[in-house]
Structure formats: structure tokens, C-alpha cells
């Protein structure tokens, strides 16, 4: 099927999806009042069960609140991050050329569309982390003496998310620090789901994955070279060159720095096939980037396999220190690490408990726990920008109008929500043109 193809399947789909809404609306099934209703071109199908449910875990009004002023903290912090790390990204996009330009699928985190998220643990991650971020709204709504009017599913053509309907009148009437606990409890449960899933992925791994060798992993293998010929593959891990230990990428490359075309060297390196290490002697063919240097023929893993390890069990006790160990723990899916697949997962075996569930299906969980840990970072961060309609334009609107009222005390009620709608107004074209401003700079 080619893309023209593709793309007349997505337009009848979307056509259809319209044309069932304008039925739906003659019809009179769609109103404000009734379990179908228009939120823009979505359709909110609406239930009231649940009601009691939430109306009971919400009672505990004492630690709901503690929870939420931590969320106000968090995601005001989350705010202040992620707006410096767009500006700073701008200034980058001013520097960079036209062809390395990001795309505007990157900035879309949603399965399918953004090229680094899978769709199969894309999807479940996402519909957990939604599904539970409006369930957390709800439960604060509750503590807070809100109402939750419904529940239910937004659907664009497909699922796309849940929400949990407030009394809008209540809403805003309530004093300014119960809307804010309200508006922060989506961004408190997405942050404490992330750090669930990022334990549960870091006890699981760490307790359960054993590299098959402590050294480098080979990726690939050019064909026709001395590794090829020598029953080098992917998958394998080199352990040593001439005797010399090569625990890293950089171990290994200094020890066929100073290598010549002709030149035969000592290759330890544990066989994934035979499930030992072995040792062989290859003699190295002329570099193609520099004719005066040996060369192997092979291309090497991202990271090591006890780097891989690391990073998946515990980030912050990464070589490359702490931060770099964090933030390669976000930029796996750059590396196409997810956490591991492929010939990745052939860098271990496995032992524990856990190793009853086979390589295949203990995989897939851990694979299922990373994204669903680095699904709900995405949307606690996202969510935390002060853009409207997002948890963060509102959480912005009543810290501005809070911050107005200690500095403009002679001002009345009307005034401060007038200028703090227009300050968040403000903002949320700012964090507009800043996502704008990456994929259009380089093009200038």
C-alpha cells in the first residue's frame, strides 16, 4: 500500500467519523446535557459510574491535600525547567542546519506519530497515564469539596484519552489553593506513576539480567571483513584485543587506534552461539576512512552491555555520573534501545525468579515498564507548561493571580483574574512560538 493509498484510508475514516457526529447531532443524541457531547471535534461519551468510587478514596481529605500542595511544588518546578529547556532548544535551532532540523512528528508525543515511541507499549503507557492523571483530578476534586459531574472517554476518530468532568461552577468559586491542588493533582499522579514504573523497571532488571560477558557489544558486522571471516557476529561481546581489557567503547577503540592493514591481532571475545568465549586472530584489513589504520569490520553497541544494565536498573549509579546517567535514560529510544530488543537482549541471560518468564515474555515486561515510566514523565512535563488549556495554564493563572494579589493589594477580585488571564494568555503564546520557533529556525 503506498502513501496515496494511506492516505485516502485515513480521509474516508476521518469523513466517516464527521458524518457519524452530524448524524448523531440531528438525531439529538449529542448535547450538554446529555452522555454525548462535543469537546471541539472530539466526542466526550459520558458515565456517571465511578462517581462513588472517587467520591470514596476522596474523602481522605487531609492527605489529599498534602499530596496536591506537593504536586503544586513539583509542577511549578516542572514549569520553570521544561520553559528554560525550550528557550534554551531555540537558541540551539538558530545554530543548526536546515537537514539535521527536527520534525514536527518529534514534537507530537503521541504513539505512531512520534517515530521514537512504539505503538504497542506506546498506546498502553499512554492510556495509563491519561486514565489515571483524570482519575487524580477527580479524587483531589473530591477532597476539596468539588463535584465531579462524569467520566468518561474522549474519542477523535479513535480513543485518545479520558477525562473526569468538574462542576465548573464549583470549580470557580473555590478559593484559589483548592483550584490549584485540583489542577496539580494530574501532574502529581503522572510524576508518582513514573517513579513506580522506573523502581519496578530497576528492581526487575537489575535482579534478573546478567550480561554474558563484561566488555563491548558488537552491533554489526561489515561483510567481507577480517571479523566476518573470523566468526564475529552480532551479539557477540569483545572482552579484550591483545591481551588488554576492553570493558568500553573507548577501551576498544584505543587498542585498534595504533593498528596497521596487515597486521594480525589477539580477539577475545564471548561467543553468543556457543555460549563461551573464544579467542581468535584476524588480520586486519585497510581502513576505509584512513588506509594507514587496520581494520576490524565491525560496528559497536551504543552502550556496553553493563552500561545497558546500569542504566536500566539504576541511572543515577552510572559511570558517566548521575545527570548523564538520568539523561541517557530518557535518550534511550534515540540510541533504539527500548529499553532493549534485538540483538540488545542477546547481551544477557537470565536468572532470579523472574527468569521462569523466558527471555521473550521477561522482555517485553521490562520493555513495557520503561515506556510506561518514561510515558507519564512526558505527560507530567507536558502538562506542567503554562499553556491553556493545560494542567499548566490553569496552575499558571492562579499563581499569577496569587502573586498580583501580595503585590497589588488595592486591586479587587475582577482585576487580578483579568490580568492573570492576560499573563497566562502571554505565556501560552511564548511556549507557541518557542515549539514553533525549533522546527522553523533552522529553515531560515
Known amino acids: 500500500m503506498d502513501l496515496l493509498e494511506e492516505l485516502g484510508i485515513l480521509a ?25 457531547s462535543l469537546f471541539g471535534p472530539a466526542l466526550m461519551i459520558k458515565t456517571q459510574r465511578g ?22 511544588l513539583l509542577a511549578g518546578l516542572s514549569m520553570v525547567f521544561i520553559v528554560i529547556l525550550l528557550v534554551w532548544e531555540g537558541i540551539l535551532a538558530t545554530q543548526i542546519p536546515a537537514a539535521s532540523a527536527p520534525t514536527p512528528q518529534e514534537a507530537i508525543g503521541l504513539p505512531g506519530i512520534n517515530p521514537i515511541i512504539p505503538i504497542g507499549y506506546g498506546i498502553v503507557a499512554l492510556v495509563v497515564g ?6 487524580a483530578h477527580g479524587v483531589v476534586a473530591r ?16 480513543p485518545v484519552g479520558a477525562f473526569v468532568e468538574q462542576d465548573e461552577a464549583e470549580m470557580n468559586a473555590a478559593p484559589r489553593r483548592r483550584r490549584m491542588r485540583i489542577a ?3 501532574v502529581l499522579a503522572n510524576f508518582a506513576l513514573a517513579i513506580l514504573f522506573f523502581a519496578l523497571l530497576g528492581a526487575s532488571v537489575g535482579g534478573t539480567a546478567v550480561p554474558n560477558a563484561h566488555g563491548v ?28 581489557a576492553t570493558p568500553t567503547n573507548a577501551a576498544l577503540l584505543d587498542a585498534l587506534a595504533n593498528t596497521t592493514p596487515g597486521e594480525s591481532v589477539a580477539v577475545s571475545f564471548y561467543d553468543a552461539d556457543r555460549g563461551t568465549v573464544v579467542s581468535i586472530t584476524p588480520v586486519l584489513a585497510r581502513s576505509p576512512s584512513d588506509p594507514s589504520r587496520g581494520f576490524l569490520g565491525i560496528e559497536l553497541a551504543y552502550l556496553t552491555p553493563t552500561e545497558t544494565l546500569q542504566e536500566l536498573s539504576w541511572p543515577p549509579g552510572s559511570s558517566f555520573g548521575p545527570l548523564a546517567g538520568l539523561t541517557l ?3 534511550l529510544p534515540l540510541a533504539q534501545i527500548e529499553p532493549a530488543s534485538g540483538i540488545t537482549v542477546g547481551y544477557f541471560h537470565l536468572v532470579g525468579p523472574l527468569a521462569a518468564l ?43 493571580s496569587g502573586i498580583l494579589a501580595r503585590l497589588r493589594r488595592g486591586w479587587d477580585a475582577a482585576r487580578l483574574e483579568r490580568v492573570a488571564g492576560q499573563m497566562t494568555v502571554a505565556s501560552s503564546v511564548l511556549v507557541l512560538f518557542l515549539i514553533v520557533w525549533e522546527f522553523v529556525a533552522p529553515h531560515l
Request: avoid cysteine; proline fraction near 3%.
Open 217 to 244: 557489544g558488537v552491533a554489526a558486522v561489515v561483510a567481507d571483513t577480517p571479523a566476518a571471516n573470523n566468526s564475529l557476529a552480532a551479539g557477540d561481546i569483545i572482552t579484550s584485543v591483545n591481551g588488554t
Open 51 to 72: 462517581r462513588e468510587g472517587i467520591d470514596r478514596i476522596g474523602r481522605f481529605r487531609r492527605f489529599w491535600s498534602g499530596a496536591a500542595d506537593l504536586g503544586i
Open 130 to 135: 491519561i486514565v489515571l492523571h483524570e482519575l
Open 329 to 331: 535514560w530518557v535518550v
Open 184 to 186: 496539580a493533582a494530574g
Open 143 to 158: 477532597s476539596q469539596k468539588v463535584g465531579v459531574k462524569s467520566l468518561g472517554i474522549l474519542w477523535f476518530v479513535i
Open 12 to 36: 474516508a475514516v476521518v469523513a466517516a467519523y464527521f458524518a457519524a457526529l452530524v448524524l448523531l447531532r440531528r438525531a439529538g443524541r449529542i448535547g450538554p446535557d446529555r452522555a454525548l
Open 358 to 400: 523466558g527471555p521473550a515474555n521477561f522482555w517485553i515486561l521490562a520493555n513495557l515498564l520503561y515506556w510506561l515510566s518514561w510515558m507519564n514523565l512526558l505527560l507530567g512535563m507536558s502538562n506542567s507548561l503554562p499553556l491553556i488549556p493545560l494542567d499548566g495554564g490553569l496552575l499558571f493563572r492562579d499563581l499569577s
